[in-house]
């Protein structure tokens, strides 16, 4: 009998908990209900918003941007509970008005940009569906150069919108959607605890500057994975800016399973960071057709420790010098940071200083890494002690000439001082550094051999450097 009243108090909990799930799908806002129209001439801000505000207040639930539309807007506002579904055949479109973006994406600082879909302080909230959000980027722009677009000129204002920011949020899922076009950053998480991105498509024009694809600022416990990413500026991009300085570090994130390409670097970390990323992992990704690949760029006085960068394809090659980079397929440095006349200079450095210390990158591993490149691998700090203990095992570097530029360059932009250095094209080039180990490893060179062409490899004011099985031959001009 017992047995029996256990059996029926259990299905009674399963029915309870099916109502609940049901009652919660039931809980549908479809934008068109509030007056919204798909002609992508409408601003539609005031339906979306609505729909969304409701759909909140109702406890939770799925606002839809229904198929067979284009949906323009002015920027809105996340809340917690909702999510944000778009249908296939649909596109929600930023507004190409620019005095329609009036809210910094970085509190004070206005010079780095406004929001357009933005939320802060919330929490389980989704994005999703397998339509398009498209930030109308190309609307920003100034006219067409030959490999990106020129800027208009902004000095403290600039109303170009990042396509989505989200402030301080829990249990956040991006997932599936096709993210395009934006005028600036496309995905900035800052200060985020506890989100999964997901099989999302973003697609951002590759000639737009700022146009990175996910920006993960001052946030943790964050896992992206099986993405594909194409963006003018950094594909995945790992920082702590000091406009949230009080969020704390940038730690505990995976990537994995994506595929990138970029005209600056496709994977980075920096270059601001005033605080400490750590606690990191690169795996099974591929990049191909990128300026730079694997990138760690410090240049304030954070800490950058204790990442892995495993099982990963790059493919790159020299573009203008509108990009940083000079097609190195992995890039180390740590170099004070350049002071100037920028937009946004007066917050770049702690408050009240124009320049300060550059943090160490240490604890860095790589392995199983396959480069084509027009260029080497670079390695450089202000002093020994700022790049240490790096490890290099299994990677594969070959080194070929493919388009007309000219090599025998490092970038080392933005930095104090030289902002080059000019000389040979060597598999590994590293410059001031400590305990760097590398092993299994493999140079080779390409039948068109320039002059600057040089050694496997090369290195100034190191100490503690070993290779163990190292192949390769110096190049020959064949």
Known sequence: MRKKNTLLLLLLVGVLAACQSNKSADRVFNIVDYGAKGDSLTDNVEAI?????????????QVVIPSGGVYMTSPITLASFVDLHVEANAMLLANPNESAYTKSAFRKNKGEGMMWISGENIKDVKISGQGE??????????????????????????????????????????ENVRITNSAYWAVHLVGCNDVVVQGITLLNNLKIRNGDGIDIDHSKN????????????????????????ELGPCENITVTNCIMTSRSCAIKIGSENMDRISHVIFDNCIIRASNRGIGIQNRDEGVVE???FSNITVDCQFFSDVWWGKSEPIYITAYTRKAGDHKDAGWRFPKGMTECNVGPVTNIYFSNIKCESENGIFIGGNSKDKIKNIYFDQ?????????NFTGGIYDKRPCDGNQFIKGTTAGFYIDTASNIVIRNSSVRWGDVRPSYFGDVLEQHNTDQLLTFNLIGKKATVK
Do not use: W
Request: a negative charge; hydrophobic letters at 35%.
């Open 133 to 174: 959000i498209n930030g109308n980027g190309v609307a920003f722009m100034g006219k067409e150069l030959s490999d990106s677009y020129e800027l208009k000129p902004v000095h403290e204002f600039d109303p170009r919108p990042h396509l989505l920011t989200i402030i301080r949020g829990r249990n956040i899922h991006i």
């Open 306 to 308: 204790n990442v892995v």
């Open 222 to 245: 964050v896992r992206i994975s099986d993405c594909h990413i194409e963006s003018g500026d950094d594909c995945i991009c790992l920082k702590n800016r000091r406009e949230y300085e």
């Open 395 to 403: 990677i594969d570097l070959f080194i070929f000439k493919r388009t």
């Open 49 to 61: 918003q609505e729909a969304i505000d409701a759909c909140n207040k109702a406890g939770g639930g």
